[in-house]
């Protein structure tokens, strides 16, 4: 059964925003520490944003901090990504991803620490 699942992407122009989620099927990744990573067209999957499990700590890549804002919802289980001012070379195939320990997002992001991954949603940001 699918653990993560996301939805929200789109195609926007640059400048423009979306809001990413993700939603977990299983309760048990409230608990663990949630994710983005994005992987564009020829280049190799990076590093976006986590988050903690209580949302005490979050950790972004220098190239998306101060624009995107990485965010969950205990209650319904979801993951966000709110992506703002985005930019061409932001598009990208953008997954989320679970991982049982915090020191998997930061302060070195480890893909081969999250457990969990989603199939991932298209974001284009167009000049």
């Known amino acids: 059964q699918e653990r993560l699942v996301e939805s929200g992407g789109g195609s926007v122009q640059a400048g423009g925003s979306l809001r990413l989620s993700c939603a977990a099927s299983d309760r048990t990744l409230s608990l663990f520490t949630m994710g983005w990573f994005r992987q564009a067209p020829g280049k190799e999957r990076e590093f976006v944003a986590a988050?903690?499990?209580?949302?005490?700590?979050?950790y972004y890549s220098d190239s998306v901090k101060g624009r995107f804002t990485i965010s969950r919802d205990s209650a319904k289980n979801t993951l966000y990504l709110q992506m703002n001012s985005l930019k061409p070379e932001d598009t990208a195939v953008y997954s989320c991803?679970?991982?049982?320990?915090?020191?998997?997002?930061?302060?070195?992001?480890?893909?081969?620490?999250?457990?969990?991954w989603g199939q991932g949603t298209q974001v284009t940001g167009s000049s």
């Open positions: 991803a679970a991982s049982p320990r915090w020191e998997a997002a930061a302060p070195r992001p480890a893909e081969s620490g999250f457990s969990y």
């Open positions: 988050i903690s499990w209580d949302s005490i700590r979050t």
